[in-house]
């Protein structure tokens, strides 16, 4: 058995710690999970990575490193066998389109269905608490209860879902279930015969939270069972062990998830932008009709829409112009540019994942 390369520092509920492992697994790249404990989480990660998230991950020759996406990207240039990024440059930047949308849009309805409702937030209090905090003296009672507390208010309540929102963060949910479900019942994949990026980002939300957590779960198993299967598919996934083709170009079943895409996660981040070059801690924005009255800025996800952009401007010229038709026809190509320069100020040097983490917003106490 081979040696693992890396150990990765995560929680077996967490989001980010679930992507990293799928990708992980479908490459075959060794790796040692480590749960993440509170000394980890609020000494070690934040002297080693510079940010109290997870997942993290430590290499054989002493590096630490922190954020999935850049740090998938960096796997992908040491680990070439099965590359996860399409040939064809339009549908490898849609890839990256759909994977930021999953990172960052589907966390608020993620986070909601597993706080908001009873047996989800009793179930994950446990586990948690557990987990990270199981070495801390105090009554297990408590510590749950600071879990779930603590969960619901800076992940919940902060970030926007309110009596005004609440249907439009579920619908959301709803929304990518059946566009999934009607992409997965022509094809075991997003794009194709095996994974890709877009598989890799949606994998995030879909399998930690939406497919483990009670009330999402039930939702997915009676509203999009083709979804559910998928899940399961991509944990099982083995380089060496799928064979086929991916699609040609960007196919009809794919447009109305960038429409989708265009009209709520590159929109907020176009506002988030506007805030943050306002120096502003909170903005709104109204999408689809709802109004979010009081949202956190967040510095990362200028970033986000920067690494969109830059990712754009390195297409060749064919498909950048093919690309724009695509994203003009769907919704998406006038706020990825309507902050032409969101000045995040972020890794200047381009070190991602090996300079210092940036967690998406200010949380008391780090990101779970």
């Not at 709802?290 to 010229?317: G, I, M, N």
Request: aromatic letters at 12%.
């Amino acid at each position: 058995m081979t040696s693992p390369t890396l150990t990765v520092y995560g929680s077996k509920v967490s989001y980010f710690t679930g992507k990293l492992e799928g990708y992980l697994r479908y490459k075959e790249i060794p790796y040692r999970y480590q749960a993440m404990t509170d000394e980890y989480f609020n000494r070690i990660i934040p002297e080693k990575t510079g940010a109290r998230q997870m997942p993290a991950v430590e290499f054989a020759d002493g590096r630490w490193a922190t954020d999935s996406t850049p740090l998938i990207d960096w796997l992908e240039g040491e680990y070439t066998h099965s590359s996860i990024m399409p040939a064809d440059p339009q549908q490898a930047f849609i890839c990256r389109l759909i994977e930021d949308y999953g990172d960052e849009w589907l966390w608020r309805p993620a986070m909601h269905y597993r706080w908001s409702y009873y047996q989800g937030r009793q179930l994950l209090g446990i586990i948690l608490t557990e987990e990270l905090l199981g070495n801390v003296r105090a009554p297990a009672w408590l510590k749950r209860w600071q879990i779930r507390r603590r969960q619901r208010r800076h992940f919940v309540v902060e970030d926007g879902v309110t009596a005004a929102t609440r249907a439009h963060v579920e619908q959301g949910y709803s929304n990518i279930l059946a566009l999934m479900e009607a992409i997965l019942a022509t094809r075991p994949f997003i794009f194709g015969d095996k994974p890709t990026l877009a598989d890799i980002g949606l994998f995030g939300p879909m399998f930690r939270h939406f497919s483990q957590d009670p009330d999402p779960a039930e939702i997915m198993r009676q509203t999009a069972p083709g979804v559910f299967a998928w899940v399961g598919r991509m944990w099982n996934a083995r380089a060496s062990q799928i064979s086929g083709e991916l699609v040609a170009g960007i196919p009809e079943d794919i447009l109305p998830l960038l429409k989708e895409i265009g009209d709520t996660h590159l929109q907020n981040l176009v506002a988030n932008a506007q805030a943050w070059g306002e120096q502003q801690k909170r903005y709104k924005v109204v999408l689809q009709g709802t109004r979010y009255a009081d949202l956190p800025v967040s510095r990362y996800r200028c970033w986000c829409l920067e690494q969109l952009q830059q990712h754009f401007k390195q297409l060749p010229p064919q498909a950048s112009e093919a690309t724009r038709q695509l994203l003009e026809a769907n919704r998406c190509w006038e706020p990825l540019w309507q902050v032409p320069e969101p000045g995040s100020r972020y890794d200047p040097e381009k070190n991602a994942p090996f300079a210092p983490g940036l967690t998406v917003y200010t949380v008391p106490g780090g990101a779970i």
